[in-house]
């Protein structure tokens, strides 16, 4: 008998659906026997445990059962999926769904870059060293972490961490009592607004903006007002009175890369406090910086408890971590580790005892510290590569973000911007324009040019393609 795996994911799912597959299109009969895990597993070429899981899956499905002493039997055929006939368009059933359509399809890139070299922005910086020591902190997590459902606020362990990594990092002194452990920064936005705003309230974002978090404060159906940032952050005085809600992100703006000045941070705090507002800190990549030490967060300088700070693992460690924190002023804790449960009655406890471990242990600490040595040495191999390939096409905005630059090409017009875009695609190189950024557009077309996900040779590389794109697109 032959069976094909589909190589599409996890091992002993795909030797599950082979299995399945033989038993529907007759194959393998009802009230045959199986071969032996051992045969199946040399057969396909994989382990005897992923035949063995395979065979317990269908075992649960009651598709096969066991004789004792004579191993395991096909019990029944699958039933094959009813034929479904596509529906029409369907109207939006509710007022959010409306909403989340007029925002437009989902843009987020999944998977690899199509592109040899992809200066795009929020690619992580690989660390082998620090993979390994996160896998052997899963691997004791998952013996040791209590399988029942942990406390929606997140595990004491972690929290008492991020207290830790919040006093030496960020400056910031709290309570584990006020940290909710999130699944990132997305998800503590989506909680804000829940539980700081009805729709129609309003609400003032940095114009540029991140696109993400400007969407999600759409869909819950904020009255939003796009404020203007210079070089000294947000314009504080522009800030209607009336928003309920103020999104920042002093310490990288972005995607401009400003850092928010002492004085914007007293005007805003002030303003905060005066006006009955909460300030929404998104902080996710404060630690990094390509300065000597990080600037402290805004919500170390809060003496109202107006500043609801979001930090984040998913930039420092990897995207797809997906685990992040919130410090909430101390009188709306409660709210929001209700909100938090029942958006998904808590993050993994697996992966929040690892992360700890990581966190109070040091191993964190270290990471951040060769990450940003490293992403200094990309920075400069991006700057040297510019000024090589690029003097006179590219002006360089001054900026402390610590794995991206914005690039301005004053000698373009939209036009150009897409034939460089153009141009770029057919060398393989990855360019991003930071237009889609602003409610209000740029003087001049500029490019998003993230550095962290490529390395010293690779970004010379790329700085050299897009030299020859601008003399193309020129």
């Not at 597959?21 to 051992?38: I, K, N, V």
């Not at 153009?422 to 040019?449: D, E, K, Q």
Request: glycine fraction near 8%; hydrophobic fraction near 45%; charge should be positive.
């Amino acid at each position: 008998m032959q069976l094909t795996l589909d190589a599409s994911g996890p091992l002993n799912e795909q030797v599950a659906r082979a299995l399945r597959a033989a038993m529907a299109d007759g194959r393998l009969a009802p009230g045959s026997r199986l071969p032996s895990s051992r045969t199946l597993a040399a057969d396909l070429a994989v382990s005897r445990n992923t035949v063995l899981l395979a065979c317990e899956q269908l075992r649960v499905e009651r598709l096969v059962v066991t004789r004792p002493g004579a191993g395991l039997f096909v019990a029944g055929v699958p039933a094959r999926p009813a034929a479904r006939r596509r529906g029409g368009p369907v109207a939006p059933q509710s007022a959010y769904a409306a909403r989340l359509r007029a925002l437009g399809p989902v843009t987020l890139a999944a998977g690899p870059t199509p592109h040899r070299y992809d200066l795009q922005y929020g690619e992580p910086l690989l660390n082998p060293p620090l993979a390994a020591a996160w896998g052997a902190a899963l691997a004791t997590a998952a013996a040791h972490t209590d399988t029942r459902y942990a406390h929606a606020q997140g595990l004491p362990e972690l929290r008492e961490a991020v207290c830790g990594h919040l006093a030496r990092w960020r400056g910031v002194v709290a309570h584990p009592d006020d940290v909710v452990i999130v699944s990132g920064a997305q998800q503590a936005l989506a909680l804000a607004a829940r539980v700081l705003l009805d729709a129609g309230d309003g609400v003032a974002v940095e114009d540029p903006h991140y696109q993400m978090a400007h969407q999600a404060l759409e869909a819950h159906g904020a009255r939003i007002t796009s404020v203007r940032t210079d070089t000294l952050g947000i314009v504080v005085p522009d800030i209607p009175v009336e928003s309920r809600l103020i999104h920042v992100t002093p310490a990288h703006q972005f995607p401009s890369g400003v850092t928010m000045s002492p004085s914007r941070r007293a005007a805003l705090l002030r303003h905060a406090a005066a006006h009955g507002a909460w300030v929404f800190e998104d902080d996710c990549d404060g630690e990094l910086g390509h300065g000597e030490r990080p600037v402290p967060a805004l919500r170390a300088a809060d003496r109202h408890d107006r500043v609801v700070h979001v930090g984040s693992f998913s930039k420092t460690m990897f995207p797809s971590l997906r685990l992040g924190y919130m410090v909430c002023p101390a009188g709306l804790r409660r709210d929001f580790v209700r909100a938090k449960q029942l958006d998904d009655l808590g993050c993994p406890a697996v992966a929040q005892a690892a992360m700890a471990a990581l966190v109070s242990r040091g191993a964190f600490d270290r990471h951040l510290r060769k990450s940003m040595a490293e992403l200094r040495k990309r920075r400069v191999a991006l700057l040297s590569g510019l000024a090589r390939h690029a003097a006179g096409h590219v002006q360089v905005a001054a900026t402390t973000a610590a794995m991206h630059v914005v690039g301005w090409l004053p000698h373009l017009d939209a036009a150009g911007a897409g034939r460089l875009l153009v141009a770029a695609r057919a060398r393989g190189l990855g360019l991003h324009l930071i237009s889609p950024y602003y409610r209000t557009p740029p003087s001049h077309p500029g490019l998003l040019l993230g550095y962290a996900g490529l390395s010293p040779v690779q970004i010379a590389a790329a700085t050299d393609l897009l030299g020859q794109c601008l003399r193309d697109a020129a």
